[in-house]
């Protein structure tokens, strides 16, 4: 989920909000077979000005 910071310019178009895991995934750590994304992983996202390696996985508490 992307959420707008307070005061900031709007995107041209709403984000997706879908990403790609691309790197810094725990090698030990796998899910079917695959290296798993933890806190800290990068994510390629795609936003106004495209597809970019900007995006980093954090942990949000859900009620």
């Known amino acids: 989920m992307h959420m707008q910071l307070p005061g900031t310019i ?3 178009q709403n984000p997706k909000k879908e990403g790609e895991v691309s790197n810094l ?4 750590l796998k899910i079917n077979g695959k290296e798993a994304a933890t ?3 990068m994510v390629t ?3 106004d000005m ?3 390696n900007n995006s ?3 942990a949000v508490p859900w009620e």
Do not use: E, P, R
Request: proline share 0%; charged share 10%; aromatic share 6%.
């Open 25 to 28: 995934t725990a090698a030990k």
């Open 39 to 41: 806190i800290g992983s």
């Open 50 to 52: 495209g597809m970019q």
């Open 45 to 47: 996202t795609c936003n």
């Open 10 to 12: 709007k995107f041209n």
């Open 56 to 58: 980093t996985v954090i």
